[in-house]
C-alpha cells in the first residue's frame, strides 16, 4: 500500500538552528513534492514546490530536497525563530486532481 | 492577496442531519477539492471537481456526500446525514491547474456533529 511517513511528530529546536525534517513515500512516483505549513485550527498554507527533476529549491530561510532513488524529501528551516513555530506537512502530487498528505512533523522553536 | 473563503466557521449539528458546508475558492482557478481532518489527525482528501464535475474521490466520499458549484462563486459540500465520525475540520481548496501548481486552502468549517 502506499506510505507517506514524516519523521518526528515533533521537533524541539533552539532559536537559530537549522531544523530537518524528513519526508519519505513507499510505492509513489510523484512527479512534484510540496510542503505546507499549518498552524492550529488553521488551514495548511503552501511554501515550495520541488519537481521530479530538481535536485533542490530554496526560498528565503527555506530549503526542500527530492531524492527520488531514496524516496525521500528533506526540509530545512535555517536560523530558526520562534515564530517558525508550527506544523509541516509534507504533500505528494500524484494524480491531476488531488495532494496526498503525510501527518506532519510539529516544530517548536524556543527562543 | 486573494483568498479562500468558508462558511461558517464552526458547525454544531445533529446526527442524522443534513448539513452544508459552503466555499468561495479564488476567483481564476479551475479546480477544487475538499479535504478533511479529524483532531489530531492528518489531513485527508475527500474529492475533487474540475469543470463542473468530480474528478477524483475518496473511498471517505461515499453517497452521503455531494458537491456542487451552484453558480460561478461558490463552492459547496453537503453531508446527507451526517454521523458522529463526521466531527471533523473540512478545508475547501483550489488550485489554477491540476497537477505541479500550490493549493490555496481556506480556514476550514469546524463541523461537530453530536
Known amino acids: 500500500s502506499q506510505k507517506i511517513e514524516q519523521n518526528s511528530e515533533a521537533l524541539n529546536i533552539q532559536e537559530g538552528k537549522t531544523a530537518t525534517l524528513t519526508c519519505n513515500y513507499t510505492?509513489?512516483?510523484?512527479?512534484?513534492l510540496q510542503w505546507y505549513r499549518q498552524d492550529p485550527g488553521r488551514g495548511p498554507v503552501f511554501l515550495l514546490l520541488?519537481?521530479?527533476?530538481?535536485k533542490e529549491k530554496r526560498k528565503e530561510r527555506l530549503k526542500v530536497t527530492f531524492d527520488t532513488t531514496l524516496k525521500q524529501s528533506l526540509f530545512h528551516i535555517t536560523a530558526s525563530q520562534p515564530a517558525d513555530s508550527a506544523t509541516y506537512l509534507c504533500?505528494?502530487?500524484?494524480?491531476?486532481?488531488?495532494?496526498?498528505f503525510g501527518a506532519g512533523t510539529t516544530v517548536t522553536v524556543r527562543a | 492577496e486573494p483568498e479562500v473563503t468558508q462558511t461558517p466557521s464552526h458547525q454544531v449539528t445533529q446526527m442524522g442531519q443534513e448539513v452544508i458546508l459552503r466555499c468561495v475558492p479564488i476567483?481564476?482557478?479551475?479546480?477544487f477539492y475538499w479535504y478533511r481532518q479529524i483532531l489530531g489527525q492528518k489531513v485527508e482528501f475527500l474529492v475533487s471537481?474540475?469543470?463542473?464535475?468530480?474528478?477524483?474521490k475518496s473511498e471517505i466520499f461515499d453517497d452521503q456526500f455531494s458537491v456542487e458549484r451552484p453558480d460561478g462563486s461558490n463552492f459547496t459540500l453537503k453531508i446527507r446525514s451526517t454521523k458522529l465520525e463526521d466531527s471533523a475540520m473540512y478545508f475547501c481548496?483550489?488550485?489554477?491547474?491540476?497537477?505541479?501548481?500550490?493549493?490555496?486552502f481556506g480556514p476550514g468549517t469546524r463541523l461537530l456533529v453530536l
Open positions: 481548496a483550489s488550485s489554477t491547474s491540476g497537477q505541479g501548481v500550490s493549493y490555496s
Open positions: 510505492n509513489y512516483s510523484p512527479a512534484y
Open positions: 520541488i519537481r521530479e527533476n530538481e
Open positions: 504533500a505528494l502530487d500524484m494524480s491531476d486532481y488531488k495532494l496526498s
Open positions: 476567483s481564476n482557478h479551475l479546480y
Open positions: 471537481f474540475y469543470n463542473n464535475e468530480i474528478s477524483e
